[in-house]
């Protein structure tokens, strides 16, 4: 006879005239073995899901800090060189491309100011969502339609769809996992690594459709990562519902 697994080891003795022998009664560790190796496995399920968002978001902050920096720092330039490759049948001065930059950071700014309202209310994950559409919207435009409007349009779509972008993911890195120091100090660095894309963009800056060309591939790749982070995790933890209780 086997006591029940919560019980402690018990010895049980039979007279020698009985015939019996004594025997020893062993609790079962099998429950507790099991309950241990699923928390185990599920803690190191989370600690891969926690490394895979980080890595993810650090790869995105990197690219549309890149995009970033490279649409206003080579606007300029991209106008040059395109009225130079059209022989001036592109029509943007370098004055006019100056003011085309400054628009850019105004709506840039304005967005911002507006975003930081609308990230009360709405998840992170729908504002990045909608930031990526808008900016692939806008090199879009000045890439199939170069010309002095769509740049002037583009210019401010761009400005807007950047806004939110790296406020938007740090603010989902913290819904999802907190931010430690360490975490913090990574997240600075992926940002900060957009000096190297600007770096890479810039070899481009001879021809100035490569630049807007190398910048939407730029956008896209980050949008790509940025999906997968979304599926790693599960869509629905990030969109739904859209609107914070």
Known sequence: LIDAPSKPCEIHEESAESGSADFVALPSDDGAASENFIRGDLGSSRDREKKMVLVFTLLFLGLVAGAEISFGAFLVTYAQGMSTATSGAFGVSESEADSITSSFWAVFTLSRIFGAKVSARVRPAPILAASLVLLVIALAIILILPSRPSLWIGAAIFG??????????????????????????????????????????????????????????????????????????????FFVPVLFP
Do not use: D, E, K
Not at 205 to 227: C, H, K
């Open 160 to 237: 807007a769809g950047m806004s939110s972008c790296v406020a938007a993911s740090i603010s989902q890195l913290v819904m999802h996992q907190g931010l430690s120091g360490r975490t913090g100090g990574l997240v600075s660095a992926g940002a900060g690594s957009g000096t190297l894309v600007q770096l890479g963009v810039s070899q481009l800056l001879g021809n100035p459709r490569a630049t807007m060309g190398a910048l939407l591939g730029i956008v896209s790749l980050s949008a790509v990562f940025m999906a997968m982070l979304w599926n790693s995790v599960g869509w629905s933890y």
